[in-house]
């Protein structure tokens, strides 16, 4: 999927006050857009102002009519090696150190909170926070030389807000393995423990993305931001309200433009017609 449009995410002034080269870049094709890590130089790591470019990257393109999803990738073979360590030196102090962990919570929001469905592309190593963004994202794809490590521990630092990700995605003594000992999975044990949606070939990797990119892009774009605002919703429910809960939002999803549309084009056996409104 080669980009048609790119352009930078960063403003001349990152919210550090430093200026700013390309961090990060976004491009548009055939409604997918794709954010790229771009700073092999520190392993893609998750500084204040890379996780604001991704943030704006994401906020800023998310309502764009065309746009059906959104694939988080990287550059080179590190995803992303987690936070700039840099940034929590003791010299920093406790406020810039609030401020990397509450930028990174924000982020996650923003995925969460994207109408339309984030993929992260893993291809080699995603760590700590790193780790924690692809578990964050609503999918991710890896090539099957890639492997996940969650090992502040052994900087002196729990990954505490990473463990959160992680433990939500996978079972608790996995979870704890990741996080108690630093040791990284590869790709085959990430799938197997849910980090990763599927692990393909390196060669693959681009094949696969396109083949899940288009299975969404052929949806309707409201239908599927519907369904993605009430499957994080129910999530957080016990079983009973989740079933309540659901139920409207199936007689609500029903009584849209697509909805009605695509049970039509079922009873009539045609391709549905989407106007992608509410």
């Known amino acids: 999927m080669m980009p ?6 960063l403003r001349t002034v990152c919210t550090s006050g430093k200026s700013c080269r390309f961090l990060s870049t976004y491009s548009r094709k055939d409604g997918v857009g ?3 890590l771009n700073n092999e130089k520190t392993r893609n790591s998750l500084s204040i102002d890379m996780m604001d470019s991704v943030l704006k990257h994401i906020v800023e393109n998310q309502n764009h009519a065309e746009l059906r999803c959104i694939v988080l990738a990287a ?4 995803f992303s090696a987690g936070h700039n360590l840099k940034e929590l030196t003791s010299e920093h102090g406790a406020e810039q150190h609030k401020q990397v962990f509450n930028k990174c919570s924000e982020l996650i929001g923003a995925i969460r909170a994207a109408p ?6 893993v291809d080699g190593l995603a760590a700590a926070a790193g780790c924690q963004l692809v578990a964050s994202c609503d999918m991710a794809i890896c090539s099957d030389n890639s492997t996940f490590s969650t090992p502040g521990a052994s900087f002196g630092i729990f990954c505490s807000t ?19 000992t630093g040791l990284p999975i590869n790709a085959k044990e990430a799938l197997e423990a849910g980090l990763v949606s599927k692990t393909v070939p390196k060669d693959n990797l681009d094949e696969e993305l396109d083949t899940i990119c288009k299975a969404i892009a052929s949806k309707s774009r409201s239908v599927i931001a519907l369904g993605k605002k ?3 919703e129910q999530m ?31 009873v009539e056996k045609r391709k549905p017609r989407w106007t992608h409104s509410k």
């Open 75 to 78: 550059k080179g073979h590190v």
């Open 230 to 232: 009430f499957f994080y």
């Open 236 to 266: 957080t429910m016990d079983v009973s309200s989740a079933y309540a809960r659901g139920e409207q939002v199936m007689v609500d999803n029903l009584a849209t433009v697509d909805g009605r549309e695509g049970i039509k084009s079922f």
């Open 162 to 180: 990473p463990g959160i990700a992680v433990v939500r995605a996978v079972p608790r003594m996995k979870a704890a393995y990741m996080l108690l």
């Open 34 to 36: 794709t954010i790229l």
């Open 116 to 121: 339309i469905p984030v993929i992260a592309k």
């Open 4 to 9: 048609t449009r790119i352009s930078s995410v």
